[in-house]
């Protein structure tokens, strides 16, 4: 996926829920607050899920360089 798309999916989803999987088996769900040029991602209300557990985490900010895949939700 090229990165112009990307973005433009990003755009589409700001202050819609999305699905992050991370490097280390960790999926994270929450709303979009905010992004910037290097998918450097913020999230509010926040849920991490690994291995049958939930962690509530608030609002957090997410590396790029951390990021595997980016869904959004429905």
Do not use: C, W
Not at 18 to 40: C, E, P, S, T, Y
Not at 43 to 62: C, F, H, P, S, V
Request: hydrophobic fraction near 40%; glycine fraction near 10%; avoid cysteine.
């Amino acid at each position: 996926m090229s990165i112009d798309v990307t973005v433009q999916v990003l755009k589409e989803n700001v202050g819609k829920n999305i699905m992050i999987k991370l490097k280390g088996d960790k999926v994270i769900r929450g709303i979009l607050a905010k992004f910037d040029q290097h998918m450097n991602l913020v999230l509010n209300d926040a849920t991490e899920y690994k291995g049958g557990d939930q962690t509530q985490m608030g609002n957090i900010l997410l590396k790029g360089d951390n990021i595997i895949i980016i869904s959004p939700q429905e």
